[in-house]
């Protein structure tokens, strides 16, 4: 599908609308990708500079965290001004030049906006917080204390404790469901809408492709500020907030993913289309995630595709699990679109949180390619990288210093990017990195996965190739999952191809069959199975095979 969009200059261009339709995403967390002036944060020149690997790993597009101006109480995800570049990560020329090189290398561009909440340095809560009758006086979620000078009801704060923090100013509380610094915007009021669909506007003008859109389903709060019912036991998990937390001991129907929110969801899809922009959407919800995130991608004038924590979560997802969530999308959210991820800048990355070896890491990662949806890859994922081990006494993150020891924060998986194995802190910058270079990371180094063509580094682009050789992979239908043990068994299909899919997720070995006709192997690259000439299959500890024939 494509359609004429009207760019900055003026002039008309052609674009494909559903490009972001079973793209592979590269998320890049600015602090730690690359530090071009020698001050140890890494910066928006320093993302110039590397984009080319991104591109040589085929991508289609990059996700950067966010880099607007910020106090940075909780590293730029607490915004103080949403339409210009905080000066550590250099300045809107800077991004720019960020932009020019990304077209050149055929790579769109997301920017990750916080639209929920902003640093309570904003002039907007400045002003708002002043008085209880000035212009922005109702721009935030404000209450008043119970009789007894609790807060006005039992919400509570993913970072630990209430959801609500007391201001001397106006003798009222407001509501923060992340750190007390980053109050929430209050999303029953229209100016607030529209000043946020400004910033949008702005971003646009300048030229990015769309966005990552942190906490989509935190914008709305119940108007009546009604208490959250308490949760059953059993059904408490720790997707959105770690165990310790507990966040996890209610069932956050009134805080949260309110039904108004849509009406916010359908005004920003009319401002981005006239830009060919998509939106993904990142749904925080322990029990409805996966619904939430069907009803925010069910339509063309909602969002294109959002992600849930299903693939985030922290036991090794097996064969029936994959099946169990591909099951619950296809029941939920048959009309939208699912965005995946297996590691990001909030959880400990799935090298370290599943256990996994080398040829685990090589099997996860091609299923990642074959499963309908499209794809986000963390930073330094494509190397295999662990988890780092950050000591107590150079923590930067306040969930990790409020949490220490039973839950350590998300330092670990925010370390620099490792690039070259024997240049100072591992060619991340000169300077002294605001975390410390992990040396286990460092002798995975990109130059040193370069050099030798049998690395993860280059199966995950042999990988991305061939999901991108197949429009069946990229956004053809998929059979319902078969899961037998560890055997799990699909088809994707197009116009003019079915492609056979099976992957052993476990350490013993399985058998399969390949389906009659004339299939052709697809996954000899990534040392896939071979099928015998009867069409059976012996696939060892994380093995998988791949084939292909023509439709019909």
């Given amino acids: 599908m494509t359609s004429q969009i009207m760019n900055t200059k003026g002039s008309t261009q052609a674009i494909d609308a559903e490009w972001w339709r079973g793209a592979v995403i590269y998320q890049i967390y600015p602090r730690s990708f690359q530090d071009s002036n020698g001050d140890g944060i890494g910066d928006l020149a320093g993302i110039t500079q590397r984009l080319q690997h991104i591109a040589s790993l085929g991508a289609d597009a ?7 101006t910020s106090p940075m109480k909780d590293f730029g995800y607490d915004v103080s001004d949403y339409c210009d570049v905080d000066p550590m990560f250099g300045t809107l020329e800077d991004f720019d030049a960020l932009m020019a090189e990304a077209e050149k290398l055929g790579l769109k561009v997301l920017i990750d906006l916080v639209l929920s909440h902003t640093s309570d340095q904003h002039p907007w809560f400045l002003e708002s917080r002043a008085s209880k009758d000035n212009p922005k006086a109702d ?15 039992n919400w509570l704060s993913i970072f630990g404790g209430s959801g609500w923090e007391w201001d001397s100013r106006r003798m009222q509380y407001y509501l923060h469901n992340f750190l007390t610094t980053q109050p929430d915007l209050n999303f029953h009021n229209p100016d607030v809408q529209e000043a946020l669909l400004d910033v949008a506007r702005f971003w646009l003008e300048r030229g990015v492709n769309g966005f990552r859109l942190d906490t989509i389903n935190f914008y709305t709060h119940d108007a009546e500020l009604r208490d959250n019912p308490a949760l059953d036991p059993a059904r408490r998990t720790a ?12 069932e956050h129907v009134y805080d949260k993913s309110r039904p108004e929110n849509l009406t916010f969801l359908r005004k920003l899809r009319a401002v981005m289309d006239p830009y060919g922009a998509a939106a993904v959407g990142e749904v925080g919800d322990e029990q409805r995630g996966l619904e939430i995130l069907g009803e925010y991608t069910s339509g063309p004038d909602l ?3 959002c992600y849930a924590f299903e693939l985030l979560s922290g036991d090794t997802p097996t064969a029936s699990y994959i099946k169990e969530v591909m099951d619950q999308i296809d029941d939920v959210a048959a009309d939208g679109w699912a965005c995946w991820a297996y590691s990001n800048h909030d959880v400990v990355r799935h090298a370290s949180r ?15 390619m074959c499963l309908r949806g499209s794809v986000c890859i963390y930073q330094g994922e494509e190397l295999g ?17 409020r949490f220490w020891p039973e839950f350590k924060g998300r330092d670990g998986c925010r370390t620099p990017m490792v690039w070259e194995a024997q240049s ?9 990195p605001w975390l410390p270079v992990s040396s286990a990371q460092a002798a995975m180094a990109v130059d040193q996965q370069e050099a030798d063509p049998e690395t993860l580094l280059h199966h995950y682009r042999r990988a991305i190739a061939l999901r991108h050789a197949h429009a069946a992979l990229r956004f053809g239908d998929q059979t319902p999952l078969e899961a037998d043990g560890d055997l799990l068994v699909f088809t994707r299909a197009s116009a003019d191809e079915d492609i056979f899919c099976a992957f ?8 399969t069959q390949l389906p009659a006709g004339n299939w052709q192997n697809l996954a000899a690259a990534l040392s896939g199975t071979e099928a015998g000439d009867d069409g059976a299959i012996a696939l060892p500890a994380w093995g998988y095979t791949i084939y292909g024939r023509k439709a019909g």
């Fill in 424 to 432: 100072e802190n591992a060619g991340f910058g000169v300077g002294h």
């Fill in 139 to 153: 721009w935030y979620v404000w209450a008043d204390a119970k009789p007894d000078g609790t807060p006005p009801n």
């Fill in 354 to 368: 599943w256990r996994l070896q080398d040829n685990s890491m090589r099997a996860f990662n091609t299923l990642m």
């Fill in 239 to 250: 997707k959105t907030a770690p165990a310790v937390n507990p966040y996890n001991w209610q």
């Fill in 504 to 511: 052993n997720l476990g350490y013993g070995e399985v058998t």
């Fill in 303 to 305: 969002m294109n595709m």
């Fill in 62 to 68: 990059v996700w950067i965290s966010p880099f607007f």
């Fill in 385 to 401: 990288l662990p988890e780092a081990d950050v000591p107590y006494e150079a923590l930067q993150d306040p969930y990790g210093i």
